[in-house]
């Protein structure tokens, strides 16, 4: 069966980090604006950044990123395979849904031959929906040992007969190399779908390149079809903990605990525009004297415990406790808590039951059902007001002395008066299950402006009106001006047809 929209192209890579997803978002963009309703899809992706597909599944957050800038809504089939690692364990979600907790064995012989059938009536669905699909690939397109049985790369694009681009880096080096010696390693099927080449994060001289660029095709017997310039600041929404850096020069000084399993660190990015200096801190001797403390979220609340513990941040961290403002997100609020119970052992792979920082007075179970969802809060600050942001957790707090941070009264466009989070304005203290909480206005200039002033003395403007779309937009708007001579986007429409 070859059912497909008229127009579709896969960007596959020589090696991870190349640009896939940065080269398959600037093309829905171009796509977007030429009038094409158009849609990511990654058959498989492994990362701990997620987000809430529109119909409540689901998907890593590069997909939810890419959607918004081709101007649609976020679907669960964009991204049908969601690899969420943990330890020796992963966590499997199929077309947005939480499948299990399974060893890399039991999801690669057990799972992984269903999941792929599930993968490919996703492309259907979405190709009878759309004018045009973007596929991007994962990793490097071409793993000798298992590239036979790869279906994240281009094995969808041989069963659907779509034409394949072949990104490389040649900022990291090798990129010539490493694009003969993946097309050395790819199968006769698999290296027919390859059609044209684009060299990415090029700084330098073009008159100098041109005889290398001239090489590859009379070579290969395939066109360069763009030479993209290394862009200095590019900010997407951040795809996984690699992405992981301090940034800003401001007066308010930003500790980020970087436990191993931090995840969902696109909750950061409003700081960008504010007086701050985050940093990045790993061990106690690091975190001194901040005027902000931040726990992020955490695929493993159990890990991550474990972790602060084994280093001693636990201790540092409950030392600064009223001397700080103290902010924890989803995975973060679970930390401050009294205990952790996952009986289920969907957490740690085994039921466990932990002490956590014990800061607040709350505890989280672990249940079995997941909670996905946009969500509204409406908060018991009465200055912060509504909070808006999405929820990817399976903890319930059970409140014991604790003061909650606010009301749920909306997942999903469904009303309801759940309470979330934590909340103690004497010691400075806030928690929320909240992702994206800082793109609110109300929440950040209360934390920046009131808060801060309270618990520290210090007086900080902040900035209002931030929209995290809306900068995504100006964003890849910005990015795609300075990119778009350098790719031959007429070749890949005629690719793509």
Not at 7 to 35: C, D, N, P, Q
Not at 319 to 348: F, Y
Not at 363 to 376: C, E, L, N, P, Q
Request: aromatic share 8%; hydrophobic share 45%.
């Amino acid at each position: 069966m070859n059912v497909q929209t008229s127009m579709s192209v896969a960007i596959v890579g020589t090696a991870s980090s190349v640009g896939k997803t940065f080269l398959a978002a600037v093309l829905l963009y171009h796509l977007r604006r030429r009038g094409y309703r158009s849609t990511p899809f990654k058959v498989q992706n492994m990362s701990l950044n997620s987000y809430p597909a529109i119909d409540g599944g689901e998907i890593a957050v590069a997909q939810a990123m890419q959607a918004y800038v081709a101007g649609v809504e976020p679907l669960s089939c964009m991204n049908p395979i969601l690899l969420k690692p943990m330890k020796s364990l992963t966590e499997v979600v199929v077309c947005g849904r939480p499948l299990g907790v399974y060893t890399f064995h039991e999801y690669w012989e057990r799972i992984r031959p269903w999941a792929w059938r599930r993968a490919l009536e996703c492309f259907d669905e979405l190709s009878r929906s759309f004018d045009a699909v973007v596929i991007e690939g994962a990793g490097c397109v071409a793993e000798p040992n298992f590239v036979d049985r790869d279906i994240a790369n281009l094995r969808i694009a041989v069963e659907r007969s779509i034409p394949a681009i072949l990104v490389a880096d040649i900022d990291r080096g090798g990129a010539f190399a490493s694009i003969i010696g993946c097309l050395e390693i790819l199968p006769p099927s698999m290296r027919r779908a390859i059609r044209g080449f684009i060299i990415n994060r090029f700084r330098g001289s073009m008159e100098i390149l041109e005889p290398a660029l001239r090489w590859l095709e009379e070579r290969t017997g395939l066109p360069v079809l763009g030479v993209v310039p290394y862009i200095e600041g590019a900010r997407l929404w951040p795809e996984d903990s690699m992405n992981l850096e301090p940034f800003g020069e401001g007066r308010v000084d930003v500790a980020l605990i970087a436990y191993p399993t931090a995840s969902n660190l696109g909750d950061l990015e409003p700081l960008r525009f504010e007086d701050v200096a985050l940093r990045i801190v790993r061990s106690p001797r690091d975190l001194g004297d901040p005027d902000i403390v931040i726990l992020p979220g955490a695929r493993s609340v159990v890990a991550a415990m474990e972790w602060l513990r084994r280093s001693g941040m636990d201790a540092a961290i409950r030392r600064v406790v009223g001397s700080s403002i103290v902010l924890g997100l989803c995975g973060g609020h679970e930390l401050l808590g009294r205990r952790l119970s996952d009986p289920h052992g969907l957490e740690a792979g085994v039921p466990t039951h932990i002490e956590c920082l014990g800061v607040q007075g709350y505890s989280t179970v672990i249940g079995v059902d997941k909670v996905v969802a946009h969500t509204v809060v409406e908060s018991w600050v009465p200055e912060i007001g509504l909070v808006r942001g999405y929820e990817i957790h399976r903890g319930r707090t059970v409140y014991e002395s604790a003061k909650p941070f606010g009301t749920v009264i909306e997942r999903n466009r469904v009303a309801t008066t759940d309470l979330d989070g934590s909340l103690d304005e004497s010691r400075g203290v806030y928690t929320t299950f909240l992702h994206d909480a800082l793109w609110n206005d109300g929440f950040r200039c209360f934390i920046l402006e009131k808060a801060l002033r309270s618990v520290r003395g210090r007086v900080v403007s902040c900035r209002r009106g931030l929209d995290k779309v809306q900068k995504l937009l100006e964003e890849i708007d910005r990015v795609y001006r300075a990119v778009r001579t350098c790719i031959d986007f007429e070749a890949i429409e005629s690719l793509m047809s």
